[in-house]
């Protein structure tokens, strides 16, 4: 049976959740400094023309199987300069938030593919068991040897709230290409393997 996408929301109901995480972000502190709109590449990965954006929730069954699945294809992508990868984490659960800023705090520590993609296992893990507290998800990151740099994630947040409504994401996980003009959307693990396998 073909896979099915986790959720399935309203484009209001993202709004609302990113709205929420937004004034979460807004009452960080000891944030180190400002990291501006042109600073997002650090969230991208490769230097290839065609874009794809992968949005997925930590709490997100068929996104924990399936990253795992694509590390090794979207490594060689890379590699080869075919794709330029955005890793997108879409708010849809309730503790989904605390996640996504940890994952900005570790790229902003060490942006590395490899590195990026094992940070993503050990996240994925982390709400597998339903680790919901802040000092709880630091202290599981220290024990698997991820370490973060806080620092003012705001700009980054706007800049992902733009791509939620631009692709008009409602479900994970799902796989946006661009190539040149050319806009395709692709949900669900099954047809996002079988996509970017195609592009190799």
Do not use: W
Request: proline share 6%; glycine share 6%; charged share 25%.
């Amino acid at each position: 049976m073909k896979d099915r996408p986790y959720h399935k929301k309203t484009f209001a109901s993202i709004g609302i959740i990113a709205a929420f995480i937004f004034m979460m972000l807004l009452q960080e502190t000891g944030v180190t400094r400002p990291l501006h709109a042109q600073d997002i590449p650090f969230l991208s990965f490769g230097n290839g023309p065609m874009k794809v954006r992968l949005y997925a929730d930590y709490f997100c069954g068929p996104c924990r199987s399936l990253e795992p699945q694509l590390e090794y294809m979207m490594s060689d992508l890379v590699k080869r300069d075919m794709i330029n990868i955005t890793f997108v984490d879409v708010p849809f659960h309730a503790y989904s938030p605390l996640y996504v800023r940890y994952f900005l705090y570790i790229l902003h520590e060490r942006k590395d593919l490899k590195h990026a993609m094992f940070a993503r296992k050990v996240l994925f893990e982390a709400a597998r068991l339903m680790i919901t507290e802040k000092e709880g998800l630091e202290a599981f990151l220290h024990t698997n040897g991820i370490r973060m740099k806080p620092f003012d994630v705001k700009p980054i947040f706007t800049i992902l709230q733009g791509y939620l409504k631009e692709d008009k994401i409602n479900s994970t996980p799902t796989c946006v290409i661009y190539s040149g003009e050319k806009k395709e959307i692709y949900n669900g693990a099954t047809d996002i393997i079988k996509t970017l396998g195609s592009l190799r």
